[in-house]
């Protein structure tokens, strides 16, 4: 079954994607106050949460498998779940490229 991920969880991810980034990353989002590198790191979170988790787009995961063992885990698209449809891709304009 394909689950919807909740907004929530997936700024969370966003969240440590940024706490976690590469200094160059991080200096660039600091500030002299903590509490303002705190406001724009999550600003920036929502901000990429609204790009990608919208009325138009949404991100799903697959269901969670092996409930019943100690490590239960995220099943794999085209394993354990159907792999979700895919908008087929143009073909490069002529000379584009190809050789």
Do not use: F
């Not at 966003?14 to 991080?26: F, M």
């Not at 498998?65 to 143009?90: Q, S």
């Amino acid at each position: 079954m394909v689950s919807r991920v909740p907004r929530q969880d997936l700024e969370a991810l966003v969240v440590v994607a940024l706490a976690t980034a590469p200094a160059l990353v991080k200096r660039q989002l600091r500030s002299k106050l903590p509490v303002e590198a705190d406001e724009a790191r999550d600003a920036l979170a929502k901000s990429i949460c609204d790009k990608i988790d919208n009325d138009a787009y949404m991100v799903i995961v697959t269901e969670m498998i092996a409930k019943t063992t100690p490590y239960p885990r995220r099943g794999h698209w085209g394993r354990d779940e159907p792999v979700p449809a895919v908008v087929p891709v143009p073909p490069p304009p002529p000379g584009a490229g190809a050789e």
